[in-house]
């Protein structure tokens, strides 16, 4: 992690006390293709999220309570929602947040939980 998702990370600790936090979770983790095994739709969807990953994934009682993305300049905005849009057609709430705003923890856990 860059030291500005260091420091988000300990932003997300504070703010979703009891549960885990994971960084960098691959997509491929989350979710599969959803044609058939070995398909060409299959695998051409493989390739759109093998090589991609989520910055963190809160978990708690082992339900993905939501995917949190830090963006910077590095990110691209269609791609990110594209993939945002796959998320959330399998069942995942994507939080994402901007690098150059800093939220409290409070104001992150509301953004996330919706309250």
Request: glycine share 6%.
């Amino acid at each position: 992690m860059t030291s500005n998702e260091r420091e988000f990370y300990g932003r997300l600790l504070v703010a979703f006390p009891g549960c885990q936090i994971w960084p960098q979770v691959p997509i491929l983790a989350l979710l599969r293709p959803d044609a058939k095994e070995g398909s060409r739709a299959f695998w051409r969807g493989f390739r759109m999220i093998s090589n991609a990953r989520v910055d963190w994934v809160v978990v708690e009682n082992l339900e993905v309570l939501a995917i949190i993305e830090l963006d910077d300049r590095s990110h691209d905005a269609r791609k990110d929602a594209k993939r945002d849009q796959i998320l959330a057609s399998c069942g995942y709430r994507v939080v994402r947040f901007d690098t150059k705003r800093r939220p409290p923890p409070e104001q992150i856990r509301r953004a996330v939980m919706g309250s």
